[in-house]
């Protein structure tokens, strides 16, 4: 996708050497995906303690098998 956007030179060269991009649109778009994979790890984290899995696992590996 094509888009105009102003973004400050410092920063997009202090990512692209970071990431080691070879132009703007790597590095950016290599951030933004950094950025979303940690807000989902994030995400993920805070569900700590919020699930249950451990009565459910036998229950789900007998419908996995039930379905083959």
């Known amino acids: 996708m094509r888009t105009t956007i102003n973004l400050k030179d410092k920063i997009v060269e202090e990512v692209m050497h970071m990431t080691?991009?070879?132009n703007k649109s790597q590095a950016i778009n290599e951030a933004l995906?950094?950025?979303v994979r940690e807000k989902r790890m994030k995400r993920l984290?805070?569900?700590k303690g919020k699930l249950n899995l451990e009565e459910n696992w036998k229950a789900l590996r007998e419908m996995e098998l039930d379905e083959t």
């Open 20 to 22: 080691g991009a070879k």
């Open 33 to 35: 995906e950094a950025y």
């Open 45 to 47: 984290l805070e569900l």
